[in-house]
């Protein structure tokens, strides 16, 4: 099934129970290779949210801005994108080109990110594709500038969500997460994976 929220495509239950418990053993070996760091935005504020990559580039923030680099602060290169996320890329963005990051973002009971958008990728034609995991999110869906009615859903285990055309350049944001209403992590928590094409 597919839910449109204005431009936003959401498949609820993309991903079964096996196959997001296996997203996560790629995930695990993914992390042991290049850990999640906490970034700090230019000004220096620590996020709430953990993040790591995997593909030819990662997305950092750091005292000297925002950017996609090659390699992961530790100075490794990100490990590759596991085949299960190029195999759905493939099927729900078929004309789009491969993508070059997925990036992923872990989330703690009381992480949240705040309303912005996504332009440090070269070309916005190309679209994003995110991936749920763990305990639920509210995600609220904004406009081409700041400000202005939105609308929110929660975003379950499993969920994917396409963004193209207005939903590309569209503010974005998780408000909150809700605990212990997943027990796929053993952490607990969330992590959202999005597969992006960066130049
Ligand atoms: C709309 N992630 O990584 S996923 C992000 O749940 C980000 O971690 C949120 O916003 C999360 O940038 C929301 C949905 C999402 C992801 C990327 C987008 C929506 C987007 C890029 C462009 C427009
Ligand atoms: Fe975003």
Redesign the pocket.
Known sequence: TLLRVRDFEIHPGFFTPDAQARLVADLRRILAQAPLVQPVTPRGTPMSVRMSAAGTYGWISDRKGYRYEPVHPSGVPWPAIPDTLLAMWQSLVPDARAPECC?I?WYDASAK?GMHQ?RDEADLSQP?V?V?LGDE?L?RMGNQTRGGKTESVWLRSGDV?V?QGA??T?Y???DRVRADTSTLLPKGGRI?L?LRVVT
Do not use: E, K, Y
């Open positions: 990036l973002n990110m996504d994003v995110s749920s999110a995600f969500v963004m939903a590309r569209a974005h944001g998780i959202n999005t």
